[in-house]
């Protein structure tokens, strides 16, 4: 049992004006502290690179690295994966808001040796959140992997509401798919379950997804939105083969 394992945070920023010092500020109040921060300035041509630097500066634990072009969030994640030091890694959109308890909960859910992956409940800009009791609920294999196709689903397949172990994707060599720009969660978290067997809940809703105008997601390409279409039918198909 891991006693206070180390939590990677992976952040990839890009363009992220005023939101990105929410974000930090956010996690230096988490309750729980022993973490790293892998920032990764994905080109900006804004001033988020001199917010990392400002407090880069002010904190160790942040490790920032500075793409020389454009290379998109998975490539950022994918750094972060080949660079982490934690047990744990959790990926944090930088313009989104975590309550002061969210790592502490990754933590504790994964301090079990068997389990393999922890999700929180979470908020949607002014859609309001999904929460509940604040007791962890085991989710079975099948409806995890169901849940991931599932828009709006409390488990869902969004990577920044989860925490992972390290260990497992290590071993399974999992990567974000950097050909994509939309739906890479889904594909990363739909591997990850494939190779899991044992996943929590936890429906207190600490994460908050900031609505950003001009994020990917509002700006999505028809051509992106095919190859989102594809990548889910692909996830359904694994999920048949997981059928009893």
Known sequence: MMEK????????AYNLGTYLAKTL??????????????????????????????????????????FQSHQGVSKARNY??????????????????????????????????????VAVGYNWGWRGGH????????????????????????????????????SVIKENNIRFDESLDLAEDLLFTADYVF????????????????SRSNSIIHSATWQMRSKEQTVRQHIDDMARKMQP
Do not use: C
């Open 5 to 12: 394992p180390l939590i990677t945070i992976s952040i990839p």
């Open 131 to 166: 929460s509940g009791s604040s007791d962890f609920r085991e989710v079975s294999k099948i409806d995890a992997y169901d849940s991931i196709n599932q828009r709006g689903g409390d488990f869902g397949g969004y990577t920044w509401n989860k925490g992972f172990k390290m």
């Open 25 to 66: 500020n956010s996690i230096f109040d988490q309750t729980y502290q022993n973490f790293e921060i892998i920032l990764v300035d994905d080109a900006s041509t804004d001033r988020t690179s001199q917010t990392i630097k400002e407090f880069a500066n002010k904190d160790d634990r942040i490790r920032a690295h500075y």
């Open 80 to 117: 972060a994966i080949d660079h982490a030091k934690g047990d744990i890694i959790v990926f944090v959109d930088g313009d989104d808001l975590l309550e002061p308890q969210y790592l502490e909960v990754m933590a504790k859910g994964l301090a079990d040796p068997k389990v393999d992956l």
């Open 195 to 210: 190779v899991s067997h044992k996943f929590l809940f936890y429906p207190g809703a600490l994460y908050t997804k900031v």
